[in-house]
């Protein structure tokens, strides 16, 4: 198994391997506009090793709202997948995705908003 | 009945109509909804990193304090009424339930307060007034909200993930649990196709882009099969649609108010409802009783 896969693998509980590439995940995902490259293709990189996946916006994009993981034939929970993609990157203390200080009008915004995107862009 | 309920932070700062609507319609009902002490911040979002717990304390400290007020209480439940924070509280008190080792581990952690033990359960406000009985609210009902049409919008965290068993509220892929209760304040549901959808979540703070993009589908697709209002449970999806009214030219927007305002609308108790929208949804209403 490589590495990459492994720490997936350790910090979502999920078998990547399990995967074969259907693309349910795709199909259904209302966020695909707007990612770099498809979910399903992300846990095609995962299974090869190839560490460019933890470069790319789509896990980032991936707002965790489970219709991927409710639909996946193969039982996988693939928005913990995203979500390791994420605690992989974000786990490297001196890496910054945003930087909570830039916030736009952060008097508008409701805690709700500001809260969660601590919880799931910071250490 | 006296029952535990968990406000969270939106209710509190942002949302201050959505807790006084449900505490209101709750003793309408017979219900009192009797707020935790010393409730923490759920953390919005169920962390989903399976080897750590840190994320999860936040949650656990309120349920710990929920438990010391159980035997005050006429069942064993603590109940949300926002989506956010059920599918949080929720989802930690599963895997608590189910995972020894992280229950010891959170246990160990945690070692200003009594042991977690997960014998509780969480339950969204909406299961609470299905319990109490749809036939029941009807009967309560002062003001029909008749000929007023609702798109019920459920979000995410109500219905997903569908494991462990037990998270959604209703069918994940096709709910009609706010339909039913929105029949029963007198109002006529309305079906769109994009009521389970994601709103964009936390986008709205670095890409709004992503949230105009899913709000202007969402009321569209409302707006398409005539909706007068849409409903929400969640602070978030509320925040983030009427971002996407903005966006959208005044003939396609439709207001979005929590559900338990019409709710409060039609059982005669003070609805908060701002005066234009509370004068749109009147106008909707094909019978329209004079009084508030």
């Not at chain 1, 498809?38 to 965790?64: F, H, M, Y």
């Not at chain 2, 007198?186 to 979540?201: I, L, Q, R, S």
């Not at chain 2, 009214?245 to 039609?266: G, H, K, W, Y």
């Not at chain 2, 003070?270 to 004068?279: A, P």
Request: hydrophobic share 40%.
């Amino acid at each position: 198994m490589n590495e990459l896969a492994k720490r997936v693998i350790e910090i979502s509980g999920q078998n990547v391997y399990a995967c074969y590439q259907c693309g349910c995940c795709s199909a259904g995902c209302m966020f695909t506009e707007k990612m770099d490259i498809l979910p399903n293709q992300a846990i095609a990189l995962i299974q090869r090793g190839d560490e460019s996946v933890l470069e790319k916006e789509t896990p980032w994009i991936c707002a965790s709202c489970f219709v991927c993981t409710v639909r996946c034939p193969r039982g996988l929970d693939v928005a913990a997948i995203m979500e390791a993609l994420r605690e992989i990157k974000i786990r490297r203390r001196d890496f910054v995705k945003v930087d909570l200080r830039k916030i736009k009008e952060i008097e508008r915004l409701p805690q709700i908003a500001i809260t969660a995107v601590a919880q799931k862009f910071t250490w | 009945m006296k029952v535990l309920f968990y406000p969270g932070c939106s209710l509190k700062s942002n949302y201050p109509e959505f807790e006084k609507t449900s505490i209101e319609v709750c003793r309408k009902l017979g219900v009192e909804l009797v707020e935790i002490p010393k409730w923490t911040c759920c953390g919005v979002n169920f962390s989903l990193a399976t080897d750590s717990v840190m994320r999860h304390l936040g949650a656990v400290r309120s349920l710990i304090n929920a438990r010391k007020e159980m035997n005050e209480m006429d069942r064993r439940s603590v109940v949300a009424a926002c989506s956010m924070c059920y599918n949080v509280l929720k989802r930690v008190n599963l895997m608590l339930k189910e995972d020894r080792d992280k229950l010891d581990t959170v246990n160990s952690f945690i070692d200003d307060e009594p042991d977690y033990v997960p014998d509780v359960e969480v339950v969204h406000l909406l299961t609470l007034l299905k319990d109490v009985g749809f036939e029941e609210i009807e009967s309560k009902v002062v003001r029909p909200l008749k000929g007023l049409k609702v798109a019920s919008y459920y979000g995410c965290a109500l219905l997903r993930p569908k494991k462990p068993e037990g998270i959604p509220i209703d069918d994940p892929e096709s709910p009609t649990i706010m339909e039913d209760l929105m029949r029963s304040i007198g109002a006529e549901p309305v079906d769109f196709p994009f009521k389970t959808e994601c709103c964009g979540n936390y986008h709205v703070v670095f890409r709004p882009d992503i949230v105009e993009m899913r709000a202007e589908k969402i009321i569209g697709s409302a707006k398409s099969r005539g909706a007068d209002v849409i409903v929400s449970t969640c602070p978030l999806c509320l925040y983030n649609l009427e971002r996407g009214n903005e966006a959208l030219s005044e003939d396609i927007r439709v207001p979005v108010v929590f559900f338990t305002q019409l709710l409060a609308l039609a059982l005669g108790v003070d609805s908060y409802l701002k005066d234009e929208v509370k004068k749109r949804i009147l106008e909707g209403c094909k019978e329209v009783v004079a009084e508030t």
